[in-house]
């Protein structure tokens, strides 16, 4: 059994920073590959990063210099920080695996960012 809790969205201004957490009831060892998605109102759910359990990562151009994802195999922990946060970057955020064939989604974490 896997519940996905993501935690640490807020309210900040445009430049702003934010880390997301993304933290598992069990063991994520057994996940190859790990994302974060983001959706906002209107528009579809996106990835936005992702991480193999080596620790290579990939990112999308819209976020690619500005957010970084890691993940902490021993604490069940993937970690999301955002950088130079956009006005467009607002959305709610989800963790899951990638590709996302499970249905881990958890509640998500608010972020909005202010100009």
């Known amino acids: 059994q896997v519940q996905l809790v993501e935690s640490g969205g807020g309210l900040v201004q445009a430049g702003g920073s934010l880390r997301l957490s993304c933290e598992a009831s069990g063991s994520i060892f057994k996940f190859n590959v790990m994302g974060w998605y983001r959706q906002a109102p209107g528009k579809q759910r996106e990835l936005v990063a992702l991480i193999t359990i080596s620790g290579r990562t990939n990112f999308p151009d819209s976020v690619r210099g500005r957010f970084t994802i890691s993940r902490d195999n021993a604490k069940n922990t993937v970690y999301l920080q955002m950088d130079s946060l956009k006005p467009e970057d607002t959305a709610v955020y989800y963790c899951?695996?990638?590709?996302?064939?499970?249905?881990?989604w958890g509640q998500g974490t608010q972020v909005t960012v202010s100009s």
């Open positions: 899951n695996t990638f590709p996302a064939v499970r249905n881990y």
